[in-house]
Every structure is written in structure tokens, then in C-alpha cells.
């Protein structure tokens, strides 16, 4: 079946970077967009970006500028989003999704993210 | 940025009532190819969000037919027409006419 599965936990510091992976299977992985979407605990969804996995072509919403980076390796159908500069307001959960044509179809487990000195 | 607001942000539901959620943009949902990309997703505690309804109407593949999603230009509906012990969480809409796809600020539906 067609499913996302995303990579562990991460505890970071400050000023540190993280990067989460999202492997797909079930499907052709670069038939369709990969997007990322975040949650504070408590909060409700914030959509960072995407990427194309067929042309490594990226958009990054405004917020995430200079500190995101949307990346894929299509021989293991995986897709990466990098995230620097942490600071504790990044602690949350990080889904990877699929777009369809009519929108995020399927969706990662989530990833927590926890920013703490 | 298309501000996405959904009322109420919170519902008390009975059992087997009907209950209703409202999504309203800032801007028209309608894409320069006709079609509104307005979309709604389910998200239990604890899991993933799902999503219920695309392109305003058009319910997932699984979702119940007691999940209908309406509306046009600016103003969407989700409708349960007899709510259910697993229909509870928070409710969202999502846009992705415009860039950047925004979400409104979810809707935590609760049985009373």
C-alpha cells in the first residue's frame, strides 16, 4: 500500500540543524510532490514547502527561508527536509506528505523534533 | 498570505446529532483552471492528519457518507450529518490555490 515512513526522534541544541527523512513506498516516488508540514504541540498545521522529487524543483513558504532545505534521492525513494539555525520555537512534530493532483493525499507518522539546551 | 477562519473552534457534540463546521478565506479558492482547491482533513490525538474531503465536495476514498464538505469563491462547509464516537479531534481546512497553502486554525470537536 501506498505509505510514507518517516525517521525517528531527534533532540537537538540551538543553533544546531536537523534533517528528517521520509521514504516512500507503494508508489513512483517522483510522480508526485513531497510537501512538509509542521505542528507545535498544541497547535494547529503549518505548511513549510515542497519538492519535486522528479526535478529536485523546491518552494519554501516565506517563514522558512535560508534556514529549510527540501531534498530527495530517488534511488531509495527517500525525500529530506533540513532544517538550521533551530531555535526552541522549531520544537514540533514534522509530517512529509504526498500531493496529488487534488492535494496531500498521504501523510508521513510524523517526526518529533525537540529543541532544548 | 489567504487567511483560512474556521468557526466555532471548539464543538460540544451529541451522539448521533448533526454538527457543522465553517471555513471562510481571505480570498476566492477559485484557481485560474476552475478548480477550488479547498480540502479538509481529520486529525485524531496522537495521529497523523487524514484527509477527508478535496476540491471542496469530494470525499477520500473510506470516509463515510456521513462527511460532506460544500460551499464556493470564499465559503466552505464540512458537515456530519450524525456524529460518531470516532469523529472526534480537531477539523481543518486547507488551501492550496494560492501560494503559500495555508490551513485555518482547526476545529476540536468533542462529545458532550
Known amino acids: 500500500q501506498v505509505q510514507l515512513v518517516q525517521s525517528g526522534a531527534e533532540v537537538k541544541k540551538p543553533g544546531a540543524s536537523v534533517k528528517v527523512s521520509c521514504k516512500a513506498s507503494?508508489?513512483?516516488?517522483?510522480?508526485?510532490?513531497i510537501n512538509w508540514v509542521r505542528q507545535a504541540t498544541g497547535q494547529g498545521l503549518e505548511w513549510m514547502g515542497w519538492?519535486?522529487?522528479?526535478?529536485?524543483?523546491?518552494g519554501y513558504a516565506q517563514k522558512f527561508q535560508g534556514r529549510v532545505t527540501m531534498t530527495r534521492n530517488t534511488s531509495i525513494s527517500t525525500a529530506y527536509m533540513e532544517l538550521s539555525s533551530l531555535r526552541s520555537e522549531d520544537t514540533a512534530v514534522y509530517y512529509c506528505?504526498?500531493?496529488?493532483?487534488?492535494?496531500?493525499?498521504?501523510w508521513g507518522q510524523g517526526t518529533t523534533v525537540t529543541v532544548s539546551s | 498570505d489567504v487567511v483560512m477562519t474556521q468557526s466555532p473552534l471548539s464543538l460540544p457534540v451529541t451522539l448521533g446529532q448533526p454538527a457543522s463546521i465553517s471555513c471562510r478565506s481571505s480570498q476566492t479558492l477559485v484557481y485560474s483552471d476552475g478548480n477550488t482547491y479547498l480540502f479538509w482533513f481529520h486529525q485524531r490525538p496522537g495521529q497523523s492528519p487524514r484527509r477527508l474531503i478535496y476540491t471542496v465536495s469530494n470525499r477520500d476514498s473510506g470516509v463515510p457518507d456521513r462527511f460532506s464538505g460544500s460551499g464556493s469563491d470564499t465559503d466552505f462547509t464540512l458537515r456530519i450529518s450524525r456524529v460518531e464516537a470516532e469523529d472526534v479531534g480537531v477539523y481543518y481546512c486547507m488551501q492550496t490555490t494560492h501560494w503559500p497553502y495555508t490551513f485555518g486554525q482547526g476545529t476540536k470537536v468533542e462529545i458532550k
Open positions: 519538492m519535486n522529487p522528479n526535478s529536485g524543483n523546491t
Open positions: 507503494g508508489y513512483t516516488f517522483t510522480s508526485y510532490d
Open positions: 506528505a504526498r500531493r496529488s493532483p487534488y492535494g496531500m493525499d498521504v
